[in-house]
């Protein structure tokens, strides 16, 4: 299975408070889980990304928990500020046996920051 | 570095007609991929190339598309004939790198096509 599911499709959440995007997957073979912000009329940028062998990474605000055993994992954003607003991709990377790269992608979260 | 561009930004057709979206990589990348986001089924590969040969191309809709990469700075994604379901925002995207899931995608900022 390939498929990467991710959730809440939209999000709205007050300046200064958290911003939680949850996503789960099902193949146990998936290496390399990066996060993609994609702001209107942009294309996605890489935010943020974990390897499996740790549970947690954090980078400035944005925040990656992993849990392994549940397959499961979620950005949280932290002091969420209007200009987080955008789209944000969960996606899972295995390295297949040609060695190149596939990147699933999640369908998606709609964040809407409001002063 | 100018990042990865894509021509035209916008591209309204009608029904039948053949489109051709362009896509110029980042010097020095190895991997270029094709991507089309929608509202329904968000954002899907298309086909991906590794040195300027298709690799994956299992995610192509159907005969109606096609990609091509002539060389290391130019792919192209054509649609022939196209209809109004290929209304999406496309993007191309490239990597450096040999291939590790750690290379990171860099995204165009996407075609929108509409298909009247």
């Known amino acids: 299975q390939q498929q990467v599911k991710q959730s809440p499709q939209s999000l709205i959440v007050q300046k200064g408070g958290i911003s939680i995007i949850n996503c789960a997957y099902e193949?146990?073979?998936?290496?390399?889980f990066p996060w993609y912000q994609q702001f209107p009329g942009k294309g996605p940028a890489l935010l943020i990304a974990?390897?499996?062998?740790?549970s947690e990474k954090k980078e400035g605000r944005f925040t990656i928990s992993f849990n392994k055993s549940a397959k499961q994992f979620s950005l949280h954003i932290m002091d969420s500020q209007p200009g987080d607003s955008a789209t944000y991709f969960c996606?899972?990377?295995?390295?297949?046996?040609?060695?190149?790269?596939?990147?699933?992608f999640g369908t998606g979260t709609k964040l809407q920051v409001i002063p | 570095d100018a990042g990865v561009i894509q021509s035209p930004r916008h591209e309204v057709t009608e029904m039948g007609q053949e489109v051709t979206l362009r896509c110029k990589p980042i010097?020095?990348?190895?991997?270029l991929f094709w991507y089309r986001q929608t509202m329904m089924r968000g954002l899907e590969l298309l086909i991906y190339?590794?040195?300027?040969?298709?690799?994956?191309d299992s995610g192509m809709p159907e005969d109606r598309f096609s990609a091509k990469m002539p060389n290391a700075s130019f792919s192209t994604l054509k649609i022939q004939p196209s209809e109004p379901r290929d209304s999406a925002v496309y993007f191309c995207?490239?990597?450096?790198?040999?291939?590790?899931?750690?290379?990171?995608?860099?995204f165009g900022p996407g075609t929108r096509l509409t298909v009247l």
């Open positions: 010097s020095g990348h190895d991997y």
């Open positions: 190339f590794n040195n300027n040969v298709p690799i994956d």
């Open positions: 193949n146990t073979a998936f290496d390399y």
């Open positions: 974990i390897r499996p062998d740790v």
């Open positions: 995207a490239s990597s450096l790198g040999s291939g590790a899931p750690t290379d990171t995608q860099y």
């Open positions: 996606a899972a990377s295995i390295e297949n046996s040609g060695g190149y790269q596939k990147v699933t």
